[in-house]
T-cell receptor, first 114, second 111 residues
Framework: DQQVKQNSPSLSVQEGRISILNCDYT??????FLWYKKYPAEGPTFLIS?????DKNEDGRFTVFLNKSAKHLSLHIVPSQPGDSAVYFC?????????????FGKGTLLTVNP | NAGVTQTPKFQVLKTGQSMTLQCAQD?????MYWYRQDPGMGLRLIYY???????DKGEVPNGYNVSRLNKREFSLRLESAAPSQTSVYFC??????????FGQGTRLTVV
């Protein structure tokens, strides 16, 4: 059973427009959510996160929204740039003992066209 | 700062061969992790170590063993490689927060 779901395998947008990537989760114990960006042949890099006590977190062009009642989060990129083209992974975490373990979605390939 | 360093970057094994994937971090992080990434599957946790001297199974531990040699190093061993273990392996580390830092990955092919 997939606890973190990214239902769109791919998304294509025009440069300068908004990119919206979506993520759903099923485990109510998750209390921290993260987005990672991955270029080919590189490791994932942390992009932005949000705690379950918030509903929005913003960092420059990137904003993450969390709707706890719907168990849904989204990543908004405005304006989108060609360099944003990458695979974006949604991840969720719950503290277990002294350790955080991340559960990842399958990823969404974002292509930003010039 | 090198961050998280994985060796080797590429490896081809024959079925039944063994090998160890090495991982080292220089960020003084307590927790370290091994993930595998398969096409269409996202990243799945194999094993993790919350601190030096402790290891625990993740979502897909079968066929693997790990060693937390010291605070810096966390190795992943395949005792008898199988084609199903063909994957890209990522090591990661974190401090007392959920944000994990990943290495560049090891692309393993088992023929």
């Amino acid at each position: 059973d997939q606890q973190v779901k990214q239902n769109s395998p791919s998304l294509s947008v025009q440069e300068g427009r908004i990119s919206i990537l979506n993520c759903d989760y099923t485990n109510s114990m998750f209390d921290y959510f993260l987005w990672y960006k991955k270029y080919p042949a590189e490791g994932p890099t942390f992009l932005i996160s949000i705690s379950s006590i918030k509903d929005k977190n913003e960092d420059g062009r990137f904003t993450v929204f969390l709707n706890k009642s719907a168990k849904h989060l989204s990543l908004h990129i405005v304006p989108s740039q060609p360099g944003d083209s990458a695979v974006y992974f949604c991840a969720a975490s719950a503290l277990q003992g002294s350790n955080y373990k991340l559960t990842f979605g399958k990823g969404t390939l974002l292509t930003v066209n010039p | 700062n090198a961050g998280v360093t994985q060796t080797p970057k590429f490896q081809v094994l024959k079925t039944g061969q063994s090998m160890t994937l090495q991982c080292a971090q220089d960020m003084n992080h307590n927790s370290m992790y091994w993930y595998r990434q398969d096409p269409g599957m996202g990243l799945r946790l194999i094993y993790y170590s919350a601190s030096e001297g402790t290891t625990d199974k993740g979502e897909v531990p079968n066929g693997y063993n790990v060693s937390r040699l010291n605070k810096r190093e966390f190795s992943l061993r395949l005792e008898s490689a199988a084609p199903s273990q063909t994957s890209v392996y990522f090591c990661a580390s974190s401090t007392d927060s959920p944000e994990a830092f990943f290495g560049q990955g090891t692309r393993l092919t088992v023929v």
